[in-house]
């Protein structure tokens, strides 16, 4: 049971270029979801996902695209890089939607440390 | 939409003395409040939450108190350890608006031997 994973770990990315973050849970879970904290702040939901086939906008998605084809997997594609997405993004997954159930755990992926130059 | 504020930024304590994180939110319609640990380069981890239909929630040194009148809710550590040192996050979702976590700024607390 490897839990949340996120790859890469690090990366710097040239403005403009384009990439994608992989998130994959293998604890069946439906809600999935990315944020990203800068430093010294909170964390801010970029996009979520409630189930395979259904993705919705949080609170900073702009420049952000996500798809969610699969329960397991849920990517973040930054379309065209830029210094302000410098940035650490956790993937996120838990059963049921933050606090609709009791006991219902969100679990974080290690983080992913990007530097757009 | 949801905004929380968090104080105070860092916090200097004793070892064996209490630390108190206080967080205000603006929406009256939130009732999920989870608290996060986070330390330096590690991901976030849930140390304890309450819903809006409890006024407080204790787990050994941890608790949380939940005023909604005030739209306030508290961290407090008694005994507090070296390993109490990390930065703590409270956070809020409204369940009628998609239960989107919104994230205080966090507090930095340092634990003195």
């Known amino acids: 049971n490897a839990g949340v994973t996120q790859t890469p770990k690090f990366q710097v990315l040239k403005t403009g270029q384009s990439m994608t973050l992989q998130c994959a849970q293998d604890m069946n879970h439906e809600y999935m979801s990315w944020y990203r904290q800068d430093p010294g702040m909170g964390l801010r939901l970029i996009h979520y996902?409630?189930?395979?086939?259904?993705?919705d906008q949080g609170e900073v998605p702009n420049g952000y695209n996500v798809s969610r084809s699969t329960t397991e997997d849920f990517p973040l594609r930054l379309l065209s890089a830029a210094p302000s997405q410098t940035s650490v993004y956790f993937c996120?997954?838990?059963?049921?939607?933050?606090?609709?159930?009791?006991?219902?755990?969100?679990?974080f992926g290690e983080g992913s440390w990007l530097t757009v130059v | 939409g949801e905004n929380v504020e968090q104080h105070p930024s860092t916090l200097s304590v004793q070892e064996g003395d209490s630390a108190v994180i206080k967080c205000t939110y603006s929406d009256s319609a939130s009732n999920y409040f989870p608290w996060y640990k986070q330390e330096l380069g590690k991901r976030p981890q849930l140390i304890i939450d309450i819903r809006s239909n409890v006024g407080e929630k204790k787990d050994q040194r941890i608790a949380v108190t939940l005023n909604k009148t005030a739209k306030h809710f508290s961290l407090h550590i008694t005994e507090t350890q070296p390993e109490d040192s990390a930065v703590y996050f409270c956070a809020a979702s409204i369940r009628a608006a998609g239960n989107k976590l919104t994230f205080g700024g966090g507090t930095r607390v340092l634990v003195k031997p």
């Open positions: 996902s409630v189930g395979a086939g259904i993705t």
């Open positions: 996120a997954s838990s059963s049921y939607p933050p606090g609709q159930r009791s006991g219902n755990t969100i679990y």
